[in-house]
């Protein structure tokens, strides 16, 4: 899921990201934290050359494993379902 929807999550971090300061996208596996940072990368070149001027958009990748087999990170998966 997250290497097949890599644009759609980066541009919506980008979207967030003129309304706040700072945006981090946390990514579970290393592998797709680098395919996310390249995108980034990608786009913050793109708009740095259409605005000069205007300050880019902080958007960072981080990977953050979660073992979901681990009672505490359970318990916060948990916590997020609908």
Not at 8 to 13: G, I, M, N, S
Not at 31 to 52: D, F, M, P, T
Request: net charge positive; hydrophobic share 45%; proline share 6%.
């Amino acid at each position: 899921m997250y290497r097949d929807r890599c644009d759609e999550w980066v541009l919506r971090a980008f979207g967030t990201a003129w309304m706040f300061d700072r945006v981090m996208l946390a990514v579970p596996e290393e592998a797709y934290a680098s395919i996310y940072a390249n995108r980034v990368e990608q786009l913050c070149r793109s708009i740095g050359k259409i605005r000069r001027s205007a300050r880019l958009p902080s958007v960072e990748v981080r990977h953050v494993y979660v073992d979901p087999l681990d009672p505490k990170d359970s318990a916060a998966l948990a916590r997020l379902a609908p």
